[in-house]
């Protein structure tokens, strides 16, 4: 992971000055979408950066290496939330009223002695989609979470966090795998129809 992330700043900020503001908009820049295989620490955000592509999991513990190789303290947050909760599409809404609950990961990073989330997961591209993209951080504050959590879970490292999240997700009925594999492809779908709506401005 360690070579992963010195490869990524050398790619991404060739000039070798980087900040907490600018990886965040790196990696809240990876289109957003649900994919399998990428749920590991260590293999999760290598993956997602082959293919552009990534959801909250890769996404924060790309984002949380790096910070923490920049020096933060850093903590994962994994928040209980309902699919219909928290997207605002009647259509997409109503595809995913009776899904489970439902497992989001964030950050929280130790910036001037308070602790800070960190939630980089819907890309810019979504901007006027009704979703509740960060256009911005200041490296400094709370960012807008991404879901409505209804219960919440900080973990001190990436594999502590891991084994949380493999527990849940394996705690998941047949049934409910099939539904919420049905349901991505479904999400997918719908944000890249959104993101070409918007950038065409015919998306009110």
Known sequence: MKDLINKTLEEWFPGGEVS??????????????????????????????????????????????????LGYGVRYEVSAFKWADSLIDPSIAAASSKLPTTYHLSLKALISGEWRR?????????????????????????????????????????????????????????????ALSRFSVKLNKWLSESREALAQGSMV
């Open 20 to 69: 907490a503001g600018e990886v965040f908009l790196r990696v809240r820049d990876i289109t957003y979408a649900l994919a399998p295989g990428m749920y590991d620490p260590e293999l999760g955000p290598g993956r997602m950066l082959d293919v552009q592509k990534g959801f909250c999991v890769p996404k924060h513990y790309l984002l949380g290496g790096i910070l923490t190789e």
């Open 118 to 178: 960190v939630d980089a997961t819907w890309d810019k591209g979504l901007i006027g989609s009704g979703l509740p993209v960060n256009a911005s951080w200041d490296g400094l504050s709370d960012t807008i979470p991404a879901v409505k959590a209804i219960g919440e879970r900080l973990f001190g490292d990436q594999r502590e966090c891991d084994g949380y999240l493999k527990k849940k997700l394996d705690s998941y009925k047949p049934a409910e795998r099939a």
